[in-house]
């Protein structure tokens, strides 16, 4: 059982590019979401889908796209990337546990844009 | 939308108790929740409470006080690989998680 999955783990881009980072979970949840940490700082919500073909945006959603296609894939599209989208990048998927809602995060990508 | 206040850093002495506080001001509240966070990884789940009172578990325990808008985590018997940082985060009712910046723990031997 493999959780959640991110590829790729680390990436420098050069500002303008666009590059798509991976999100797969096995374990059959509804629930999807990306993340992002800035150093120091807490995550913030950027995209977020309750199911296959829903998606919505998050708080700081700004120069980033993302589908679902599918209840294990979550991708998240950055076009023409910026400086400020430096940061580390976490997806996560949630189910139902007793006492509440688990959430599971991936590893994290961690990308510089320079 | 949510605000939710937490310390930036705490430091103590292993094997003492350490609490985290957090207070939030959210539009909505379905839940807190408080993850650990090593420097380079993951968070993990610690605890969750959607109730009044006190959860334990093992050397952690958590309290909310919903009308407060307040919540703390508590470490016990600290140990050296506590040494992390512990986010609150509060969930509303559309299952989103909106998460404090975080408070850097360190145990000191």
């Known amino acids: 059982n493999a959780g959640v999955t991110q590829t790729p783990k680390f990436r420098i881009l050069k500002i303008g590019q666009s590059m798509t980072l991976q999100c797969t979970q096995d374990m059959n949840h509804n629930y999807m979401y990306w993340y992002r940490q800035d150093p120091g700082m807490g995550l913030k919500l950027i995209y977020y889908?309750?199911?296959?073909?829903?998606?919505d945006k998050g708080e700081v959603p700004n120069g980033y796209n993302v589908s679902r296609s599918t209840t294990e894939d979550f991708p998240l599209r950055l076009e023409l990337a910026a400086p400020s989208q430096t940061s580390v990048y976490f997806c996560a998927s949630s189910y139902r546990q007793e006492g509440g809602y688990g959430y599971t995060f991936g590893s994290g990508t961690r990308l510089t844009v320079v | 939308g949510q605000n939710i206040d937490q310390p930036t850093e705490m430091t103590a002495t292993e094997g003492a108790i350490v609490q985290i506080n957090c207070t939030y001001q959210t539009s909505g509240f379905n839940g807190l929740f408080w993850y650990q966070q090593h420097a380079g990884e993951a968070p993990t789940f610690l605890s969750y409470n959607v109730l009044d009172g006190l959860e334990e578990k093992g050397r952690f325990s958590s309290f909310l006080s919903r009308s407060k808008g307040y919540s703390y985590l508590l470490l016990k018997e600290l140990q050296m690989k506590d040494s992390a940082s512990y986010l609150c985060?509060?969930?509303?009712?559309?299952?989103?998680?909106?998460f404090g910046a975080g408070t850097t723990v360190t145990v000191r031997a």
């Open positions: 889908s309750v199911g296959a073909g829903i998606t």
């Open positions: 985060a509060v969930r509303d009712g559309d299952y989103k998680l909106s």
